[in-house]
């Protein structure tokens, strides 16, 4: 079974470092791309980037681009997020997901809260 | 960018159907047959159930289908049942970075 399990919850203060994880399995992880999406409390879905863990190409939605590191580490078949100074705005949900040829996300981790507050 | 489309809302009885549109441009939805649907459960994942605009992954039940025309997507879900409570999203790829649309709060009645 192709399964995406991710990190637990985090609760952080504002300023400080985070990065959080996506293990695959059940599949050949170095072979299809890995996805990360947002979504903030009562909020919609926005991609953030994906990457390409056999050779770690990483492409970035613009919105993201700049405020999160995307990187694989494809010996232990896990992907990974990461903030290198949390906003509160970065509270949200944190998906990981694997991302199609067609551009579809199947399957989707359970996700990952993240809580920033002071 | 900014997102696709979808009304915020839309309800049914159960048995009735329903159609949910995602409407992007001529640079999105209009360009290639690359959207995807979801369906997501309050406190769960989003679930694939349509893919390549009318393609349903394995397990995914044929009462749920996808067409598209132009710039504007749709998701047709038949025999309502009370389980397809849920937000539904779109999402086109483009070849260079996907795009969500803003979500529709399904509500059978």
């Known amino acids: 079974e192709v399964q995406l399990v991710q990190s637990g919850a985090e609760v952080k203060k504002p300023g400080e470092s985070l990065k959080i994880s996506c293990k695959g399995s059940?599949?050949?992880?170095?072979?299809?791309?890995i996805g990360w999406v947002r979504q903030m409390p009562g909020k919609g879905l926005e991609w953030m980037g994906i990457i390409y863990p056999g050779d770690s190409d990483t492409r970035y939605s613009p919105s993201f681009q700049g405020q999160v590191t995307i990187s694989a580490d494809k010996s232990i078949s896990t992907a990974y997020l990461q903030w290198s100074s949390l906003k509160a705005s970065d509270t949200a949900m944190y998906y990981c997901a694997s991302f199609g040829p067609g551009g579809w996300f199947d399957p989707w981790g359970q996700g990952t809260l993240v809580t920033v507050s002071s | 960018q900014s997102a696709l489309t979808q009304p915020a809302s839309v309800s049914g009885s159960p048995g009735q159907s329903i159609t949910i549109s995602c409407t992007g441009t001529?640079?999105?939805?209009?360009?290639?047959?690359?959207v995807s649907w979801y369906q997501q459960h309050p406190g769960k994942a989003p679930k694939l159930m349509i893919y390549e605009v009318s393609k349903r992954p394995s397990g995914v039940s044929n009462r749920f289908s996808g067409s598209k025309s132009g710039n504007t997507a749709s998701l047709t879900i038949s025999g309502l049942q009370a389980e397809d409570e849920a937000d539904y999203y779109c999402?086109?790829?483009?070849?260079?970075?996907?795009?969500f649309g803003g979500g529709t709060k399904l509500t059978v009645l």
């Open positions: 001529s640079s999105d939805v209009g360009s290639y047959n690359l």
């Open positions: 999402c086109s790829y483009a070849g260079s970075s996907p795009l």
């Open positions: 059940g599949y050949s992880f170095t072979s299809y791309w």
